[in-house]
């Protein structure tokens, strides 16, 4: 229900937790019905890069949470 909430926090733990940086605004992203394409598309990209390198390594990803 609350979409910019929802995506800051989205955004926030991918850049903590994988080291993906937050190419989209979470205002934006609330703003627009339908957000950009390309920007979408090319965020989504670093998720397959991170995921993908644990299949080319054969090391299962793991998360590493802060204390």
């Known amino acids: 229900e609350?979409?910019?909430h929802?995506?800051?926090l989205a955004f926030r733990v991918a850049e903590?937790?994988?080291n993906i940086p937050a190419?989209?605004?979470p205002q934006d992203m609330a703003d627009y019905e339908v957000p950009d394409k390309l920007s979408i598309l090319t965020y989504l990209s670093q998720f397959?890069?991170?995921f993908g390198a644990q299949g080319e390594s054969g090391v299962p990803?793991?998360?590493h949470f802060h204390s």
Do not use: I
């Open 23 to 25: 190419l989209l605004d």
């Open 6 to 8: 929802n995506n800051e």
């Open 16 to 18: 903590e937790y994988l």
């Open 2 to 4: 609350n979409v910019y």
């Open 48 to 50: 397959y890069q991170v």
């Open 61 to 63: 990803f793991q998360f």
